[in-house]
Structures are given as C-alpha cells and as structure tokens.
C-alpha cells in the first residue's frame, strides 16, 4: 500500500500570503489518482483538486495543484480567512496524515 | 445534488459489532463509474480509508481493518452498511461514508459523519 507523507505539519501564515502544500508518496503513483481535500473543524472532508491538478466544481481558482511521480503539491495563491483548515492528499485507499493551515 | 447519511448507534460496546448504514439521495447508488467508501477519522487524528464496495457488492478492504470489515449494498433501498467486528476503544471515532468517482478515485460526495464511542 502506498504511504503518503504531508509536509509540513503545520503551517502558519497571514490572510492573502500564498500557501504550498507538499504530498509525497513513497514509490511512484499515478497522478490520476492524486486528489487533495480540505476539512474545516466540525466539518466533513471537501475535494479540491482531482487528478493532481483539476479543480472540483465549485472551488476558487485560488487553489491549484500540480506534481507528478513522487512529488505533488497544493498551492492557495493568496489565503482568505476561510481557508485556515487542516488538507489532505489521498491515493486510491491511502490518505495523507495531513497539513494545518493556521492563522499566523 | 447527491447527498449521503450515515446512520446507527453512537455507543458500543468492547467486542461488539458495529453497524452503519448510508442512504444515498439524489442519485442512484447503481449509477455506473461510481463506488461507495467507508472513511473514519479518530479524535484529534487524520483520515482513515475503511473500505470500498462497487453496486454489484465488490469490495476493497485496508489491510489493517480486513479481517474485521464487512461491507454490502441494498440497492433497492439505494444504501450501503459497513460492519467492523471486535470493536475496542482503538475504534472510536467519526465514521464517514462517500462516494468515489471510479477511474480517478477520488471521494466526490460525503455525509456529514457520524460520531462512534466504544465504551462500557
């Protein structure tokens, strides 16, 4: 099975600076199969991004992802207030241990 | 608008079964290309994948939770269950059921969880 590690931890930045997320996995894997979701406290799971770089319907273009092989990445462009939430990168039946987003 | 609720018993207890069921709205849970996961979240910790089952009742389980996962589909009531045995404290937590778009497998639609105590 594959292991996904989310780096960093936890990341503390301001409203409007720009956000990148790291997701890499432990062997090669298909970036189809690379999603990335978004929880807020109380909240279930949102999917952002599919297929490494396709936004879901409905989500700002803000958010993008790219990345390949190993190495993937989530970027917020610049942070709205209501972006500070823990993210999440999943592979077929793997998820990542995740990466908070926090308000510096 | 596809919607799923997770519903069953919020308190089990050690060594019991626990039982869940998700009913799907707003769409049909036989629609081709789609799969339908079982996704849990301890207190305080990240995601964890349950286990998958296709309309037809073909399942995927983790590796860590195979021997104790069964899963199946009522299609006539447009609901799947998921049954994880031997339940002990390890397995608390919300439990989420969704659906997984086949091909990219990626989880599309969620229910809002459902929090699972084991105690005595």
């Known amino acids: 099975e594959i292991v996904l590690t989310q780096s960093p931890g936890t990341l503390s930045l301001s409203p409007g600076e720009r956000a990148t997320l790291s997701c890499r996995a432990g062997?090669?894997?298909?970036?189809?199969?690379l999603a990335w979701y978004q929880q807020r406290p109380g909240q279930a799971p949102r999917l952002l991004i599919y297929?490494?770089?396709n936004r879901a319907t409905g989500i700002p273009d803000r958010f993008s992802g790219s990345g390949s092989g190993t190495d993937f990445t989530l970027t917020i462009s610049r942070l709205d207030p209501e972006d500070f939430a823990v993210y999440y990168c999943?592979?077929?039946?793997?998820f990542g241990q995740g990466t908070k987003v926090e308000i510096k | 608008q596809v919607q799923l609720q997770e519903s069953g018993p919020r308190l089990v207890k050690p060594s019991e079964t626990l039982s869940l069921t998700c009913t799907v709205s707003?769409?049909?849970?036989?629609?081709?290309?789609?799969?339908w996961a079982w996704i849990r979240q301890p207190p305080g910790k990240g995601l964890e994948w349950v286990g998958t089952i296709s309309y037809t009742g073909t399942t995927y389980h983790t590796a860590p939770l195979k021997s104790r996962v069964s899963m199946s589909v009522d299609t006539s009531r447009n609901q799947f269950a998921l049954k994880l045995s031997s339940m002990t404290a390890a397995d608390t937590g919300v439990y989420y059921c969704a659906r997984l778009r086949g091909g990219n497998n990626y989880l599309d639609y969620w229910g809002q969880g459902t929090l699972v105590t084991v105690s005595s």
């Open positions: 999943q592979h077929d039946g793997a």
């Open positions: 297929g490494a770089s």
């Open positions: 707003g769409g049909s849970i036989s629609s081709s290309g789609y799969y």
């Open positions: 062997q090669s894997v298909s970036s189809r199969h």
